[in-house]
């Protein structure tokens, strides 16, 4: 198999879908604009909507929706478009809940290349604090909101619709129990690599690349659960693989690239993946200088720099990098084994786009 | 008709209703603990769900479920009770999430009496205020998807429970509208009477009273919105006396009843009915008391009293009682015309109740 063809046909396919969607998120806001419920005396509400919108079309590459196309072609027949495009916008919507939380929750002022949810409140009226934290958390529950009103107004069947809106619903209680442990982590000195685990896999993993799969599959009118323990190894693998790429671009990174500066991690003291195996590696001087820096907001670029070189002296940079392919591997050859009931293409979409999410960045 | 018959009666109904939920609400979170896909690791995803709990134990008289009850008991025949019990369920849950937001966004510190959920928080890690914000903000979001995931847990026919989750996110996002009208409000200087209305319309009567009134009649198998409008009125306009009765309450009520200090709404500047009346009405001398006083956090008792004796030199509190008895007549008018289709005791419950919860406080 040529590595660089197989790169270049993943692009495409992802930009496809991409592209396709982009086009039905705007309608949808478009219409969803038309048709609401909210009385034309209020200006926040509607700029509530305008946000959730903003960051949403703000997504990258959209991973996730690719995995609900994808996962929809696995099947063999076309599948019911409406089904699939409700997937893709319900998960893009949760989504889009869980970043305007999660920037309140780290008080994070940018995301995916611009300021968060919450700092843009802030920004347009910075003499209330109170009450840009306010709108930013409604606005995020919103999007909640939205996130499961759209199965629930699709015309579907109502076996469909029902299934589909306990499985977004089992997705939001995993993010939100993932950022539970991600505050937790803070807590706890060096934690387990079962929590940081745990943490990418509630957090990121179900919602994801688990729930997409899922509901692509539930779009083809296939009953997802006879593949479970599959999708779901797939999901870990393929989440676990990413956070590690997520954590060495957040120290090594170009900020051009990431959207954030890379050295958000450090000054916040976030313990991950490779900051634990640093901590747990480092001699009692590079100790010190670990303690000093990690979690001091007003570390200079010289400290954050210290901090990338003591990680670079253990080569866990180059064991992250390792690691990170192994788990795509691994996730990789879990597709492998859906050659049995899936269609060819699509299999081999999924066997691809974990390695191709390692190479891309880095 | 006899007032005080009808006054006690009312009270050992909803007391009855009451009593009956707390018991179910306790063995839905003993089950619910028991089955819940959480990894043992963590200790601050059970608090959080302890928080739930106690917080939605800790309400008071439960209006929400004694309508939920009654409004199955419209409807001639005995009912679905796994439904109804769902309705109640699902109900109590959004509101805990919606209490818990909003104790957030107000920086409140207390709610029913004890801690608000933000504050429990504060005070369990006090050197750690982020870390409260976002543990108290995903306890509001884990109660947001219980709600809506006991609808899709129980085993209901799956019309009735796309219905029921339907008509509860709508709900929910009028809350969330309601919510953010009522941050607007305090950005406008004098607001509209239509914009007050449009809060306790958004954020509480429709969720409060109109919700619990058509998923009662949906697990009678009544289709509720074959009486849709009259619904609406009835919550509307239960819902305006309620927000009057609390304004009222919230400057000259009995702390230890209401559970909150009878200075929040003057130090936090919030243009409730009354403030808003006495700010068209007051003379310059008086405006510039009342702009010194509200909204200042550190106004004294004596402050305040300022502002409450303006209020009643303009005679702004009984007018407000005289309006706030208008619109539960209002409502207990509207409840009279349901005779033609429900069942009298019910209906006799649904007139009685909004003059009983004038008196009830009073």
Redesign the interface.
Known sequence: MNTTVVTDEMGRRISGHRDRFQALFKSYFHSLRGSW???G?????PE?LDRVEELALRGGKRQRVAFVYEAMSLVPGTGRQDAVDTAALSIELLQAHLLI?DD????APTRRGGPSTYYAYRNTIPDRP??A???A??TG??A???S??VI??AALP??M??TM??WQ??A??ST??G???D??R??LGIP?E??LH?VCDYKAARSSALAPLQLGLLAAEQDPREHDESLRRYAWAFGVSGQMRDDYLSLFGDEKITGKPATADVRDGRVTYPIRTVLLTASLSERKVLDSVLGRPDASDADVDDVRQIIRDHRVDRTLLTDMRRYAERASQEAATWSSWGEAEAVAFFRGVPVWGMERLL
């Open positions: 419920d909210a009385p005396l209020s200006h926040f509400a509530a939380h309140i929750i780290d008080d109170q009450h934290l306010g709108l958390l409604l529950d919103l909640l909101t939205l499961l009103q629930a107004d109502a076996w619709a029902q809106t306990q619903l089992t939001a209680t939100v129990l950022q539970i442990f505050l937790e803070d807590f387990d079962d929590l745990s």
